[in-house]
């Protein structure tokens, strides 16, 4: 399997630093996730106006270059370019690093949206609220490797967990 | 005031003729670090081709297509451009350290020679004259030529689904895989547009710069000058420095001689390495 063939089985990657195409426009940049097999015109559209909806600052920038919008913006396009891929996984890194907070809760809403659709959303992330807020089940890492799991919802009743490993 | 217009012709003329040459070059650098070497070759063996062509069909358009064709086949079927290969032997930096050259130099030039025989046609020449001659007009008609060819090659990769394939895969690569992009596939098509860009650049050019097993040299050291001028990898740079740089020399040739207005287009590199080494026509660093 070649590293490209992983978009094809429906994984999708956001990375740390989000590694927009800064070079490219914004509707450029969703256009990679765009042209590939099986993707008729009108699911394009369709595919675009979903992102728009969420992200409606993305339409105003949409012939933009990547590297001209702000932090909060590329995270957004960051997101909304793996959701082109229509993937059944989206691998989410530490998307709220380095947001200011009105970011953060758009970050958030676009996690359960994401996942009332049915996308499985693999996240990493230093946000302990956050995290058990979009969350089903968590892993609490330290230094590489797994020390606890549970379901969040079992972690937000009884915090004794997170002040253990995480001291807040 | 006519020499200025001649001298201004010739520029553009010569500009478009060097923005060919350093157009699939600065391709092939700007997506792989690759510093192709044997573009000039390639550059060579499309004006031995396209001339074997003219000479048997006598058909300008057959031979530059056959030219392009068969040279795009060749560049890109080259084995050392293996993708796997490259990423294993890629340093973590950013900076080039692949130089590719197509075999040695003059095995490649002896394969020309064979069957066409060597003829050095470049036999007085215009270059040394001390007035410039006047503008044929199929001079003229091969820089428009050119021009549209690389209108065309702009276009395709603004607005087609393969260009920007092409430049996500330029800025990053890693992410252009994550995102589906047959990034192997990327380098095999540019390799060959690379290759076909050379190859028609030899055919347009040879009848005036004559087609010998050599002229890939000299177009590829002045073509390597643009491409740093304009910002390595960067397609509208290279084109608008041929064009600075062709000028320049063009206008030089006014005070001093044409051989001496060759200088120039080093005082214009080193000048570019001292103050800005990112290139000139680069965009906005972001």
């Known amino acids: 399997m070649p590293p490209h063939g992983l978009a094809g089985l429906g994984i999708a990657w956001v990375p740390e630093e989000r590694r927009i195409f800064r070079l490219l426009t914004v509707l450029e940049n969703l256009r990679t996730g765009l042209d590939r097999p099986g993707v008729t015109p009108a699911r394009r559209e369709g595919l675009l106006e979903k992102v728009y909806a969420y992200f409606p600052i993305l339409r105003e920038r949409r012939n933009q270059a990547g590297g001209t919008l702000s932090g909060g913006e590329q995270q957004m396009l960051a997101i909304a370019r793996a959701m082109m891929l229509e993937p059944k996984i989206i691998l989410l890194d530490e998307p709220t690093e380095g947001l200011m907070p009105r970011m953060v809760g758009q970050i958030q809403e676009i996690v359960h949206a994401l996942h009332r659709e049915g996308v499985a959303i693999l996240l990493v992330e230093q946000n302990v609220p956050l995290t058990l807020d979009a969350a089903e089940r968590v892993y609490i890492m330290e230094k590489g490797a797994v020390r606890h799991h549970a379901s969040a919802a079992e972690l937000r009743a009884d915090q004794r967990v997170i002040h253990e490993y995480l001291g807040v | ?286």
């Open chain 2, 1 to 286: 005031m006519d020499q200025i217009i001649i001298q201004t012709l010739h520029g553009l003329v010569n500009g478009m003729v060097l923005a060919m040459v350093a157009s699939g070059l600065t391709l092939i650098f700007g997506i792989m670090d690759i510093v192709n070497f044997a573009h000039g070759d390639l550059l060579m063996l499309g004006a031995f081709v396209g001339a074997s062509v003219l000479g048997v069909t006598g058909n300008y358009w057959l031979a530059l297509l056959v030219a392009a064709v068969v040279i795009a086949v060749l560049g890109a079927r080259s084995p050392d451009h293996d993708a796997a290969a490259l990423d294993r032997t890629r340093p973590a930096d950013d900076h080039p350290r692949h130089v590719r050259r197509l075999a040695r130099d003059p095995e490649v030039r002896a394969l020309a020679v064979g069957p066409v025989g060597a003829t050095d046609q470049r036999a007085g020449s215009g270059r040394l004259r001390a007035v410039p001659p006047p503008i044929p007009w199929y001079r003229i008609a091969t820089a428009v030529l050119a021009g549209l060819i690389i209108t065309g090659l702009w276009l395709f990769l603004k607005y087609g689904k393969y260009g920007i394939w092409i430049r996500a895969t330029t800025q990053d690569r890693v992410m252009a895989q994550a995102m589906g992009i047959p990034v192997p596939l990327v380098y095999t098509g540019v390799f060959a547009i690379g290759s076909a860009m050379a190859a028609a650049s030899g055919v347009l050019f040879g009848p005036f710069a004559g087609v010998t097993q050599t002229m890939g040299f000299d177009f590829t050291l002045r073509a390597f000058i643009v491409v740093v001028v304009g910002g390595m990898g960067n397609l509208g740079g290279s084109i608008l420095a041929s064009i600075f740089v062709s000028l320049l020399e063009s206008y030089a040739a006014i005070v001093v001689s044409p051989a001496q207005a060759v200088i120039v287009s080093f005082i214009v590199l080193v000048l570019t390495m001292l103050f800005r080494p990112t290139g000139l026509f680069v965009p906005t660093p972001k």
